[in-house]
């Protein structure tokens, strides 16, 4: 059964030391909504913090992580999808979530989640999992990348850091809290639109008070390492491969670690055969024998050396192309 560890809140709600996102288990630090959604995820009150435009945002307070990636999932197919388009792809882009999220200096956002999880700006995440089975976790890791930026917490040395780390990622159940969580949200901005989803076999209420009223089984299992995502997937592996980019990687003569020392090594191989060849020919010490067998193994160093210059080329290319897709 999931087990929500998370209602042992490790940080004071009122504690500002604290990035809000981290210490109100509002992971995405969003607002409270008109029709007050976050309540039946759990929101057990709201706090004033400083919106985009400057003026105080009342933003609602979680009693566990995985009501606050509940209401998560449900803002970004509410407002992403439903609200933008609507047109049964079931699928939302990081434009698409930033145009709604309105943040400051959002591009840099924008860009900055892309690079980190290697999903492009403009490429579709399948939050149903419908065409795509890897799209759920896509998007989870959306939120949790998402949720580093709202809590300063990228780097080992920023101040938000250590906190994020004890909240979201102290333990596997924090991250099945929040895989969860967010995909009870998504099934639920859906069923609101008029779909009829059926109750989903890791799906659980609150009471009014903001305390679960029903612990689900049947759990599926999720990876050990709380840095992977909950389909087993890791955040470069968004990236699909090309044929080419598979090809290459699984050539040891063109990404083994050996491959530059190849070429510089055929190529130095190639110029002393030319010179003792050039050299030993025209002083007549080798027989035409001895001239021929050297001259055949003159060309074979050509040819390893314009092999090895080629496929280390084409790695560069590769990468290259890899890269380009990977930051949009």
């Known amino acids: 059964m999931i087990q929500l560890t998370s209602l042992m809140r490790p940080y004071k709600v009122n504690d500002k030391s604290v990035p809000a996102s981290v210490r109100l288990y509002n992971i995405g630090a969003i607002g409270s909504s008109r029709a007050k959604h976050e309540k039946r995820f759990g929101a057990i009150d709201s706090t004033s913090l400083p919106g985009s435009n400057g003026k105080p945002l009342s933003t609602p307070c979680f009693s566990t992580i995985y009501g606050g990636a509940a209401y998560w999932g449900h803002y970004i197919v509410r407002r992403c999808y439903f609200e933008n388009q609507d047109d049964l792809s079931w699928n939302v882009t990081l434009r698409d979530i930033f145009k709604k999220y309105s943040t400051g200096d959002s591009d840099t956002y924008m860009n900055t989640v892309s690079k980190d999880i290697g999903v492009g700006v403009d490429d579709p995440i399948d939050f149903l999992g419908a065409k795509d089975d890897k799209g759920p976790a896509k998007l989870f890791w959306v939120m949790y990348a998402m949720g580093r930026w709202e809590a300063n917490a990228r780097k080992p040395s920023s101040k938000g850091y250590?906190?994020?780390?004890?909240?979201?990622?102290?333990?596997?159940?924090?991250?099945?809290?929040?895989?969860?969580?967010?995909?009870?949200?998504?099934?639920?901005?859906?069923?609101?639109?008029?779909?009829?989803?059926?109750?989903?076999?890791?799906?659980?209420?609150?009471?009014?008070?903001?305390?679960?009223?029903?612990?689900?089984?049947?759990?599926?299992?999720v990876p050990q390492d709380a840095?992977?995502?909950?389909?087993?997937?890791?955040?470069?592996?968004?990236?699909?491969?090309?044929?080419?980019?598979?090809?290459?990687?699984?050539?040891?003569?063109?990404?083994?670690?050996?491959?530059?020392?190849?070429?510089?090594?055929?190529?130095?191989?190639?110029?002393?055969?030319?010179?003792?060849?050039?050299?030993?020919?025209?002083?007549?010490?080798?027989?035409?024998?001895?001239?021929?067998?050297l001259t055949g193994f003159f060309w074979a160093t050509v040819s390893a050396f314009v092999f090895f210059l080629f496929m280390?080329?084409?790695?560069?290319?590769?990468?290259?192309?890899?890269?380009k897709n990977k930051n949009g």
Do not use: C
């Not at 009471?207 to 299992?221: I, W």
């Not at 190529?267 to 027989?287: D, K």
């Open 162 to 221: 250590e906190p994020f780390e004890k909240v979201y990622s102290g333990n596997q159940q924090l991250i099945d809290e929040m895989w969860y969580g967010m995909r009870r949200g998504v099934w639920e901005a859906v069923r609101d639109a008029g779909y009829n989803i059926e109750t989903q076999p890791t799906e659980f209420d609150f009471d009014e008070s903001g305390n679960p009223t029903m612990v689900v089984q049947n759990r599926p299992q």
């Open 227 to 293: 840095h992977q995502s909950p389909s087993n997937i890791s955040p470069m592996d968004n990236h699909r491969k090309t044929k080419l980019e598979e090809v290459v990687e699984k050539d040891k003569a063109i990404s083994g670690p050996l491959s530059g020392s190849r070429t510089i090594l055929s190529g130095i191989i190639l110029l002393i055969t030319n010179f003792f060849n050039g050299t030993l020919t025209e002083t007549g010490v080798l027989s035409e024998t001895q001239q021929i067998w």
């Open 312 to 323: 280390k080329l084409l790695r560069l290319y590769v990468t290259h192309q890899a890269d």
